[in-house]
């Protein structure tokens, strides 16, 4: 993402004018746009106009509209938002509220009016959008097998799929026909893998297939590579891992981002790291010390009681609490994590609901904590409070909660 324009007063207040410039970018915005704001992009829209002599045409002309969002839809697999909405400013060619849905597109710029103002959680997602691609990208995948195969991207706040390789390789191995196509199949996903590769970040490339497919593709890339003179892909010949994997196709990735192997290699990357937080989470929750809570009522006393503070502290929240159709209930959960940063000196991580860490947030209601110091009763409290509220129970944590 790059930041075209910002300007932003004091009490948050103000504009922030963004240009996606790859598939992430669009979940950012996703992430960023709320209902209630104001957005500002260009839009398709079929205009109609009468002649003099009653005569009416219909075209579609690209106009700037300005709306007050009241919805927005982002497809994951295709990287597209589509955000409805009311005109909130007249033009010759559209009245204010009547409703338009603008299609936001890489490369083309959007400005964003925050309705209650820039808040720290959302000026956040800006910063960490417009982050250059290798910081946000932490690995590459190559899940494929004999004809097919998928590059997916390891980012910050999801994978995204780059793209896509088909070619017809025949199924009878060993003749002539076969080991050509299987050949032209490597070339031409050589070629791709390429074209979004930079060499230059050095990030690991994980190649996982069912069979000897990825171990053949690794060693068709060294020949390749030994043939032709190739220097910078010859010495990323140690960033490229062969991985097993039951399947061919994208959804065993999450399988093969399990294997011990893969985990130490990507040890560094955002992934891992918050991996390893909700790893340590659960094991603190097993061990039933009072050190580990999770739920909104009571992660929010443990806050009250200065638990999550300097010293270790470290609240965990799903950036989906923060994507909440209620305005009160986002401003909940801003204020929580600016307690625990700027008054408290604790650590807070944002999980994004993508990655298999975040969906194991959700499962615990999509906020949990780490304590400084244990506190016993927390839910006893919120009963004796005279307030219920339905407990999310983890299934990875043998049902156990500290009591």
């Known amino acids: 993402m790059q930041l075209i324009k910002q300007h932003i ?57 300005l709306i007050r969002v009241r919805r927005t839809d982002f497809d994951p697999q295709a990287s597209t938002l589509h955000v409805s909405g009311q005109i909130a400013a007249e033009t010759p060619h559209a009245k204010i509220g009547q409703f338009h849905t603008l299609d936001l597109e890489l490369q083309r710029n959007f400005t964003l009016e925050k309705a209650e103002g820039w808040d720290s959680v959302a000026r956040e997602v800006v910063r960490e959008a417009c982050e250059s691609g290798s910081k946000r990208m932490g690995a590459w995948a190559v899940v494929m097998q004999e004809g097919e195969a998928a590059i997916v991207g ?94 061919g196709h994208v959804h065993a990735l999450n399988e093969v981002l399990q294997s011990p192997e893969v985990q130490a290699r990507l040890k560094d990357t955002r992934y891992a790291r918050e991996t390893k937080l909700m790893d340590d989470f659960m094991t603190l929750l097993r061990k039933d010390d009072g050190r580990a809570w999770y739920g909104p009522k009571e992660v929010e006393m443990a806050v009250e009681k200065g638990a999550v503070g300097r010293g270790g502290g470290v609240l965990l929240i799903s950036n989906g609490l923060f994507r909440a159709q209620d305005v009160a209930i986002r401003k909940r959960w801003v204020g929580l994590v600016d307690k ?10 944002v999980l994004s609901s993508e990655h298999e860490s975040g969906k194991r947030l959700e499962g615990l209601g999509g906020i949990a904590a780490i304590l400084t110091f244990p506190l016993d009763d927390l839910d006893n409290e919120e009963e004796e409070g005279g307030e219920e509220e339905k407990d999310t129970v983890p299934n990875d944590a043998s049902n156990i909660k500290p009591i």
């Open 9 to 65: 007063e004091r009490d948050g207040s103000g504009t922030i004018t963004l240009k996606p410039e790859d598939p992430e970018d669009m979940w950012y915005a996703y992430n960023l746009i709320q209902p209630t704001d104001l957005l500002k992009a260009q839009a398709l829209r079929r205009v109609t106009t009468t002649s003099a002599t009653g005569s009416t045409s219909s075209t579609r002309m690209h106009i700037t509209l």
């Open 154 to 247: 390891l980012g910050g706040e999801r994978t995204v799929v780059r793209a896509r390789v088909k070619v017809d390789v025949p199924r009878k191995k060993g003749g002539r026909g076969h080991d050509q196509a299987l050949e032209k199949f490597f070339q031409t996903l050589l070629d791709t893998l390429m074209r979004h590769l930079d060499l230059a970040e050095a990030l690991p490339v994980l190649l996982a297939s069912p069979g000897y497919t990825a171990g053949q593709f690794q060693k068709f890339i060294t020949d390749t590579a030994t043939r032709t003179g190739n220097k910078a892909l010859l010495a990323q010949r140690g960033n490229f891992l062969v991985v097993h994997s039951s399947s």
């Open 340 to 349: 625990v940063k700027d008054e408290e000196g604790g650590e807070v991580r």
